[in-house]
């Protein structure tokens, strides 16, 4: 644009100009351009690795948990609304005698069963001989189980056989027991071919088979399980409602996927009368889950990664101003050889800008690098968002372009009288 | 021969108070293309608020400038820019090299406010520090240079966009006999070149290479009758 009262052209910096003398400006103290990054590279570095670390951890959780959880559907009797039950006892259950078969019916379900911990022991004393009852007894869960609740449960059996039909219909006297449950009362899985017997109370129950893991229900306890309806002729209808830790459930294990869809249906299916009295729990969605790990921890991280890129503007902004400070006399030189004061600020402005974005970028890497180095020593996949990643070495030059502000206006007010005559 | 190159009318500056300074009183001079001219005095003399004047570093408190034929005391900040930038170059006392920076980087910072188009910078910058007889040393840094060559570095600086009006403040303030010798020299060469030169010193031998002694004292600009010019 030419001027209207000398004909000369307007003085101007172009912007590639500008960047030029900014890296000149960094690279002629290279030591003190590292250091003054230092904050934003730690800055921009903790924010990439947290949200990178989050998301792999959280990727490799759900990854762990899903499979199990997302076959997984559970059904809790809430109890009637009106209690019609006689004092002492309790109402009957909200599932009917062919829960199973009916569960079973639905597409997607592998295995389904009803279950409770049973209660109303007059002592609760549990003992491998009628001899010991007593003295050497032991505390075990005791758990009433359907046969598809057995198999829904993903026993893995170490000797005998699971719970079965003929067992449940006859409510006989026969129970399950876990490996620790069996050693503790004295009972050798190699030996169930000569019928141990449990005691609980003076009754005995025949051993059938022994389980050393399950999938669901009875996982990381040591339980007693007994068929279903021998719990109900024995020690009468399980409490309802949900906080009693009495009530009677449902455990259904499904095909992958099916879960979502095996829950809409199923209270309605087992109980097409009242199905609102049958509370239904769907494994929670990835997302769901991935959030509920990444939250508080990742929240922590983020407030860390904001001091240091709050420390990194004040280091950025402090090392300008010494420049400019440092520098006097060649802005006086600049403004003697034709520039405006806008095209100082525009320099400094320019230096601090380009050692933030440097800052960011190497940041970037190191924060990518750590994320990746540290999933590989684990053996997990690495997760890095791009929405996340790829802008923030951006990160780095606003805050290089806001601790510039202040320097570079102090530059651009310099008068080039003062910065000639030092030095 | 156009309108001359410098053109006062009762230029004044006083800095303001309290008490203000009268550092220049009203002085009136006229400086034609190709004059050399020596501007002598002690020191706080008003030498110094003159050259900052005569350069457009400073504003006057009154009367007029006209350099090149432009009232500048007319003009703003962008106008007055680009005066700097494209017809006066100006040579420090002490240089104000940029240390960091080589002799040929140090030409070519003088273009880079100017609209010189890229393309034509390295090859300008190269003839000037030619035509100061540093040739041979442009890559060299400045602190590697003597006294004398960073001065000359600093006239090729000043000499590289052809400006109408070479301002020199205390040109060989900072140098030995020989090395001020050597520039006073090539100050001589570039005005026999045609180059419009004001020296400001306090060094008499330096004032007697002008064809033009002007003298200030107490703010008061004067000029001998006997060096008056044709």
Same mark, same amino acid.
């Given at each position: 644009?030419?001027?209207s009262a000398?004909?000369?052209?307007s003085?101007?910096?172009?912007a590639r100009d500008?960047?030029?003398?900014?890296v000149a400006g960094?690279?002629?103290r290279?030591g003190? #351009?590292?250091?003054?990054?230092?904050?934003t $590279?730690l800055g921009? @570095?903790?924010f990439v690795? *947290?949200l %990178? !670390?989050?998301?792999?951890g959280a990727?490799?959780?759900?990854k762990?948990?899903?499979?199990?959880?997302?076959?997984?559907?559970t059904v809790?009797?809430?109890g009637?609304?009106n209690?019609i039950?006689p004092?002492?006892?309790?109402?009957?259950?909200?599932?009917?005698a062919?829960a199973? #078969?009916i569960?079973?019916?639905l597409?997607g $379900?592998?295995?389904? @069963?009803?279950?409770?911990p *049973?209660s %109303? !022991?007059q002592t609760?004393?549990?003992?491998?001989?009628?001899?010991l009852?007593?003295a050497?007894?032991q505390?075990?869960n005791m758990?009433?189980?359907s046969p598809g609740a057995v198999?829904a449960m993903?026993?893995r059996?170490v000797?005998?056989?699971p719970?079965?039909t003929?067992?449940?219909?006859?409510a006989?006297?026969?129970?399950m027991?876990?490996?620790t449950?069996?050693?503790?009362?004295g009972i050798s899985p190699?030996r169930?071919g000569?019928d141990p017997?449990?005691?609980?109370d003076?009754?005995?129950?025949t051993?059938?088979g022994v389980?050393s893991?399950?999938?669901?229900v009875?996982?990381?306890?040591s339980?007693?399980?007994?068929?279903?309806?021998?719990?109900?002729?024995?020690y009468g209808?399980p409490q309802p409602?949900i906080g009693?830790?009495?009530?009677?459930?449902m455990?259904i294990?499904?095909r992958i996927?099916?879960?979502g869809q095996?829950?809409?249906?199923?209270a309605?299916?087992e109980?097409?009368t009242?199905?609102s009295r049958?509370?239904?729990?769907?494994?929670?969605?990835p997302?769901?889950l991935?959030?509920?790990?990444?939250?508080d921890?990742?929240?922590l991280f983020?407030i860390?990664?904001?001091i240091?890129?709050l420390?990194?503007?004040v280091g950025i902004a402090?090392?300008?101003l010494?420049?400019?400070?440092?520098?006097t006399?060649?802005?006086g030189?600049r403004?003697?050889?034709?520039?405006?004061?806008?095209h100082?600020a525009?320099?400094?402005l320019a230096?601090s800008?380009?050692l933030g974005?440097l800052g960011g970028?190497?940041g970037t890497c190191?924060?990518?690098?750590?994320v990746?180095?540290?999933a590989a020593?684990?053996d997990?996949t690495?997760i890095?968002?791009?929405?996340?990643?790829?802008p923030?070495?951006?990160i780095?030059s606003?805050?290089?372009l806001?601790a510039?502000?202040?320097?570079?206006?102090?530059a651009?007010?310099?008068?080039?009288?003062?910065a000639l005559?030092h030095? | 021969?156009?309108?001359?190159?410098?053109e006062l009318d009762?230029l004044a500056r006083?800095y303001?108070?309290p008490?203000?300074?009268?550092?220049?009183?009203?002085a009136?001079?006229?400086?034609?293309?190709?004059?050399y001219v020596?501007?002598?005095?002690?020191?706080?003399?008003?030498?110094s608020?003159?050259l900052?004047?005569l350069g457009l570093?400073d504003?006057?408190?009154g009367?007029?400038?006209?350099?090149d034929?432009?009232d500048t005391s007319?003009?703003?900040?962008?106008d007055?820019?680009?005066l700097?930038?494209r017809?006066?170059?100006i040579v420090?006392q002490?240089?104000?090299l940029?240390p960091?920076?080589?002799?040929?980087?140090n030409?070519?910072?003088a273009?880079?406010y100017?609209n010189?188009?890229r393309g034509?910078r390295?090859a300008?910058?190269?003839?000037a520090l030619?035509?100061v007889?540093?040739?041979?040393?442009?890559?060299?840094?400045p602190?590697t240079?003597?006294?004398?060559?960073?001065?000359?570095?600093?006239i090729?600086r000043?000499?590289?966009?052809s400006?109408?009006?070479?301002?020199?403040?205390?040109?060989?303030?900072?140098?030995d006999?020989a090395n001020?010798?050597?520039?006073?020299?090539?100050?001589?060469?570039?005005?026999a070149a045609?180059?419009?030169?004001?020296?400001?010193?306090?060094?008499?031998?330096?004032?007697?290479?002008?064809?033009?002694a002007v003298?200030?004292?107490?703010?008061v600009?004067s000029?001998?009758?006997?060096a008056g010019h044709?």
């Open positions: 644009m030419p001027s000398t004909g000369l052209p003085p101007r910096l172009a500008a960047a030029a003398e900014a960094i690279v002629q290279p003190r #351009a590292v250091l003054t990054m230092l904050g $590279v921009v @570095g903790a690795a *947290v %990178g !670390l989050t998301a792999t990727g490799q959780i759900s762990q948990f899903t499979a199990l959880q997302d076959t997984t559907v809790e009797d809430n009637p609304a209690d039950a004092p002492g006892t309790n109402p009957a259950m909200a599932f009917p062919d199973d #078969a569960a079973s019916h597409n $379900v592998t295995a389904a @069963g009803v279950w409770w *049973v %109303g !022991l609760g004393t549990f003992s491998g001989s009628l001899a009852s007593g050497a007894s505390t075990v758990v009433a189980a198999r993903g026993l059996m000797a005998g056989s719970l079965s003929y067992e449940n219909d006859a006989q006297h026969v129970a027991l876990d490996t449950a069996a050693a503790a009362l190699a169930l000569s017997a449990v005691f609980v003076g009754v005995a129950y051993v059938t389980y893991s399950a999938l669901r009875v996982t990381g306890q339980a007693m399980l007994i068929p279903e309806n021998t719990a109900l002729a024995d209808n409602g009693t830790q009495g009530e009677a459930q455990v294990a499904t996927g099916a879960a095996v829950a809409k249906q199923i309605a299916a109980l097409p009242d199905p049958l509370v239904v729990t769907a494994p929670p969605g997302q769901a991935q959030s509920e790990i990444s939250g921890l990742a929240g983020l860390l990664a904001l240091s890129l420390i990194g503007a402090n090392t300008t010494v420049a400019v400070l440092e520098r006399g060649e802005i030189l403004r003697a050889v034709g520039a405006r004061p806008r100082i525009a320099q400094f230096e800008t380009t974005t970028l190497i190191t924060g990518v690098a750590a990746v180095i540290f020593s684990k997990w690495a890095l968002n791009p929405v996340y990643t790829l923030a070495p951006l780095g606003v805050v290089g806001l510039g502000a202040y320097p570079a206006l102090r651009a007010r310099t008068s080039p009288l003062a005559r030095s | 021969m156009g309108a001359p190159v410098i009762g006083t303001p108070g008490p203000p300074v009268p550092a220049l009183r009203p009136s001079l006229v400086i034609e293309e190709g004059d020596a501007v002598t005095g002690p020191s706080g003399s008003g030498k608020t003159l900052h004047l570093l504003t006057p408190t009367g007029s400038y006209r350099l034929g432009h007319a003009l703003g900040d962008r007055r820019s680009a700097r930038g017809r006066i170059g420090f002490a240089f104000h940029l960091y920076r080589t002799a040929v980087e030409v070519l910072l273009q880079l100017n010189t188009p034509g390295a300008a910058a190269a003839g030619d035509a007889g540093l040739g041979r040393r442009m890559d060299a840094l602190t240079l003597s006294g004398g060559e960073c001065q000359r570095v600093a090729a000043a000499l590289v966009n400006p109408a009006l070479l301002l020199c403040d205390e040109p060989t303030g900072n140098l006999s001020a010798a050597a520039v006073m020299g090539l100050l001589d060469q570039l005005n045609g180059y419009t030169i004001v020296v400001i010193t306090h060094d008499p031998h330096v004032a007697a290479h002008a064809r033009r003298t200030i004292s107490d703010g600009l000029e001998p009758i006997e044709a």
